[in-house]
């Protein structure tokens, strides 16, 4: 019997209409944000939470969801839920390495004095006091 794509139960039929819906926008820049909902004894609770999470210095951006147990899931590991932000971020390093390499800063190689009044172009560079050659 030959399988009918107008059909809404065919798998084919789902992921048109699936298509054609229009997307939500995933902004994962800047801290994240939580809101976990639960109803009490004839009240509703509403607790917002903000996460401002980095590595390194670096800001982690990723979508995070907090449960009303406090466990941490993330979209980057949908099969996991775990005990605490930190632990998330922990699994994160470890399932994500590259993610997480060092990254080298600008003035690498340059530290211990002033940059300001000269450049680096060329093969090299001088500093107000020095000539070619030496000091």
């Not at 976990?36 to 210095?57: A, K, L, P, Q, S």
Request: charged share 20%; proline share 10%.
């Amino acid at each position: 019997m030959p399988s009918d794509t107008a059909d809404p139960i065919q798998p084919a039929f789902l992921a048109t209409y699936l298509a054609g819906l229009p997307q939500p926008e995933h902004d994962h820049t800047g801290p994240a944000r939580s809101v976990r909902e639960d109803d009490f004894d004839g009240h509703h609770v509403v607790v917002t939470t903000t996460y401002e999470i980095t590595v390194d210095g670096r800001p982690l951006d990723v979508h995070i969801g907090l449960s009303n147990d406090g466990s941490a899931h993330c979209h980057g590991l949908p099969a996991y839920q775990l005990p605490s932000l930190v632990d998330l971020v922990r699994v994160l390093i470890r399932t994500f390495p590259e993610e997480f390499s060092p990254q080298p800063s600008p003035a690498e190689g340059h530290e211990g004095h002033d940059h300001e009044g000269h450049d680096h172009g060329g093969s090299g560079h001088m500093h107000g006091d020095e000539t070619p050659g030496g000091r």
